[in-house]
């Protein structure tokens, strides 16, 4: 049923994002001598919540410090609501947008790569109320659909619920936008949601008692979390502009690890959150490598993170992609060379 809702819902967002996408894109690239023809190239660049996570602003760290720019590019940056959401997945489709593209949505038909695991890591917890001390706790709770169905909250709500036995409709999971999350657990909204490091570094201080129950690094180290991906329609007919848009992101995270003090700001002012929790997040993440500084990919990875799909019922059981039909790593690796070839920051080396 609520795999039925999902597909209901990446239908009817095609219309909206198509009409969204034609007001985002710009109308007239820049002049700029150093590009061929004077002109910077447009792309639309999707970002999965809005606002941003800290984990997620390597595109607008991208912007505000000139790298697309550099790569003759002239990103619009579109949030949305979910990166694994029915608005997101219809923008990748529709050849319009490169943004974030999980496994399961090729292997379920949708034709495109993945071109750049952004933050092949992940780097929440699942935050609940004090009274909640096992999965089996969530029985009856309220639960952040955060995104909508089929919404990585949803997802990992649904499958904490599967491993204590429990089924989706044995909790209420509420919709909301993704601003919403810790809000929705602060106001007692929520009995659990997802929370990124900056947002759990805020739930701890605000609201004493809530804790995690899972840890995504801990529970699920071999899962690839966020991985940009283009339809093939857009592959074919901008493969080069997307390699230099993938080479900007590869600086802007290469940026992150190297010079703190001059992304935070930038983190600050994209997420809206306070300068601690940020500086907190940038901390928690630089040290467990959330983001990639090469290409991200890991065949294991990959792999593993598409055996999951298929045993939470995300992918038929008796589709077998293989890593090739899934990853276009050659563009991948020509983004590498095109940002200054493979590095290796802080022991950081995806």
């Not at 096992?134 to 169905?149: I, Q």
């Not at 991985?227 to 900007?248: E, F, N, P, S, W």
Request: glycine share 8%.
């Amino acid at each position: 049923m609520m795999l039925r809702r999902a597909g209901r819902h990446f239908i009817a967002a095609i219309a909206a994002v198509a009409c969204a996408l034609l007001g985002a894109a710009p109308a007239f690239a820049a002049d700029t001598p150093n590009c061929a023809g004077g002109k910077l190239r447009p792309i639309n660049i999707g970002i999965a919540v809005t606002p941003p996570n800290v984990v997620h602003t390597p595109p607008v760290i991208a912007k505000e410090l000139g790298y697309f720019a550099k790569h003759c590019i002239d990103a619009t940056l579109v949030q949305f609501e979910g990166g694994q959401g029915a608005a997101a997945l219809a923008a990748v489709a529709q050849g319009t947008t490169l943004s974030a593209l999980d496994a399961a949505s090729i292997a379920q038909g949708l034709r495109g790569k993945q071109v750049w695991a952004m933050a092949p890591r992940a780097p929440q917890d699942y935050f609940v109320t004090a009274e909640i001390k096992t999965p089996a706790d969530l029985k009856g709770k309220r639960l952040s659909a955060a995104g909508g169905v089929g919404a990585f909250n949803w997802r990992v709500g649904r499958d904490l619920l599967k491993s204590a036995g429990l089924a989706v409709d044995d909790a209420r999971f509420i919709s909301q936008g993704t601003e919403g999350r810790l809000p929705g657990l602060l106001a007692g909204q929520l009995d659990g949601v997802l929370l990124h490091p900056e947002d759990v570094y805020l739930a701890e201080r605000k609201k004493p008692g809530t804790h995690s129950l899972i840890s995504l690094a801990t529970a699920l180290p071999n899962f690839t979390f966020n991985t940009y991906g283009a339809a093939d329609a857009m592959l074919t007919r901008d493969r080069a502009l997307v390699r230099d848009a993938i080479a900007a992101m590869i600086e802007a995270n290469r940026t992150i690890y190297r010079e703190r003090d001059k992304v935070i700001p930038i983190m600050v002012k994209a997420t809206e959150k306070p300068q601690d929790a940020v500086e907190y997040a940038w901390d928690v993440m630089s040290k467990a490598c959330i983001w990639s500084v090469n290409t991200g990919f890991s065949r294991a990875r990959t792999e593993w993170s598409l055996q999951y799909a298929k045993d939470n019922g995300d992918i038929d059981k008796d589709k077998h992609p293989s890593f090739e039909d899934l990853v276009d790593l050659k563009l991948a690796e020509e983004a590498v060379a095109a940002a200054g070839g493979p590095a290796t920051i802080n022991n950081c080396s995806e």
